[in-house]
């Protein structure tokens, strides 16, 4: 039974360049999330989705940043025209449960390095 | 969404028992008390949840006071490969749509010395 998975596991872009992250939850988790966590910090929750549909974005900044899960196919975090400022790891998990659950598994991350 | 209050940092001995306790005085009743454990370079891995009492797990048990504004998470006979971040968090279930949030914060830097 695979965990979740991410990738790319690292991924260097030049400044004004696009990244995309990909996460596959667990096997029959539909609800995911994405953290954003910067050397020696805690995780920041960015956004909670579940299958094509975004349940609480709050934690995301305005611009740039907008987050998918489709029906088919993994959830994507997508970061138009980085800056320095989004490096950083980017942690995907998934739950089973039907509502915002404390009880959540981590994929090993994507390390995000803009030059 | 109560706050927590955990030790930045402990240190420990192998083959000794260590007791993380995090502070969540204004826990509400239908709030869960989760722990994850977190090494470099790694996600966060789901290590115990409980409501009250005592849990215990293959990896740790988990001390919850009737009152339930903290809670200590016990770590049996630590090895070297115990040393990790060690989070608190306090929520449960929520209904969509609130305005609830998931926080991690700074968590607890557990060192264990040889």
């Known amino acids: 039974n695979a965990g979740v998975m991410q990738n790319p596991r690292h991924l260097v872009r030049r400044r004004g360049q696009e990244a995309r992250l990909r996460c596959s939850p667990m096997?029959?988790?539909?609800?995911v999330y994405w953290y954003r966590q910067l050397p020696e910090e805690g995780l920041k929750f960015m956004v909670y989705?579940?299958?094509?549909?975004?349940?609480?974005e709050s934690g995301m900044p305005k611009e740039r940043f907008s987050a998918e899960f489709p029906k088919e196919g993994p959830s994507i975090l997508r970061i138009q025209q980085v800056v320095r400022g989004d490096s950083a790891a980017y942690f995907c998990?998934?739950?089973?449960?039907?509502?915002?659950?404390?009880?959540?598994?981590f994929g090993p991350g994507t390390r995000l390095t803009v030059t | 969404l109560a706050k927590t209050t955990q030790p930045i940092s402990m240190d420990s001995y192998e083959g000794q028992e260590v007791n993380i306790t995090c502070s969540h005085n204004?826990?509400?009743?239908?709030?869960?008390i989760t722990w994850y454990q977190q090494f470099p370079s790694q996600g966060p891995r789901f290590i115990i949840q409980?409501?009250?009492t005592k849990v215990t797990n293959e990896v740790a048990s988990l001390f919850i006071p009737a009152d339930r504004k903290s809670s200590t998470l016990s770590l049996p006979r630590v090895s070297l490969s115990d040393t990790a971040v060690y989070y608190c968090?306090?929520?449960?279930?929520?209904?969509?749509?609130?305005?609830?949030?998931?926080?991690f914060g700074k968590g607890t830097r557990l060192h264990i010395l040889p």
């Open positions: 998990a998934s739950s089973p449960k039907t509502a915002l659950s404390y009880e959540q598994y």
């Open positions: 096997k029959g988790h539909s609800h």
């Open positions: 989705l579940q299958k094509e549909n975004i349940i609480d």
């Open positions: 204004n826990i509400a009743t239908n709030d869960y």
């Open positions: 409980g409501y009250k």
């Open positions: 968090l306090v929520g449960g279930p929520r209904l969509m749509n609130r305005d609830d949030k998931i926080i």
